[in-house]
């Protein structure tokens, strides 16, 4: 009698535990979905953040193409400038060089705002990055840790199942 007093006790805990097992279990599942969950949004909103990105970039290398080119017809009218003829077409290349020289600040101004914009965008994307990441490692430690409770629950539930054969051949039932 003591020896199935040892043996039921046996067997309550490990109902207690395989129940507390099942319990993690349950919550787990839920808590991946979250997190793949959050993983989409985030992934989203970090490839809308790249593309915002190339295009600042684009609009930089057109703006800076568009700068080399003013750079270049400033020098074509200061050349000219020194060889002017008369009064007029010397005023007319003035003019038309204080233009481009104005549409050159402009530029340069514009420039050194997108690439203001495109640091912080990228400062952003990093950021979005390293969360995706960290977003990564929790998915894996929670699949990591669903899979471990899964091997208990199976050993917890091999283990009991032996302990009710070893009484059901024991007292013959």
């Known amino acids: 009698m003591d020896a199935l007093k040892v043996v039921s006790g046996e067997i309550r805990k490990l109902r207690n535990r395989i129940a507390k097992v099942e319990e993690a279990i349950k919550h787990i599942p839920k808590e991946i979905n ?19 990105t190339l295009s600042v970039a684009k609009d930089i290398r057109a703006l800076e193409h568009e700068f080399t080119e003013i750079k270049q017809k400033i020098l074509y009218h200061d050349k000219y400038l020194r060889r002017a003829d008369s009064p007029r077409e010397y005023e007319r290349l003035i003019k038309e060089r204080d233009k481009l020289t104005t549409r050159a600040f402009e530029l340069s101004n514009r420039i050194a705002e997108l690439r203001s914009k495109y640091d912080r965008l990228k400062a952003e994307e990093l950021e979005l990055y390293q969360k995706e990441q960290e977003l990564e490692q929790e998915l894996y430690r929670k699949k990591k840790e669903y899979g471990a409770l899964l091997n208990e629950l199976r050993g917890l539930t091999q283990l009991l199942e032996r302990k009710v054969r070893e009484i059901e051949e024991k007292f013959n039932l």
């Open 34 to 52: 979250e997190i793949e969950t959050q993983l989409e949004t985030l992934r989203g909103l970090l490839s809308k953040k790249e593309t915002e």
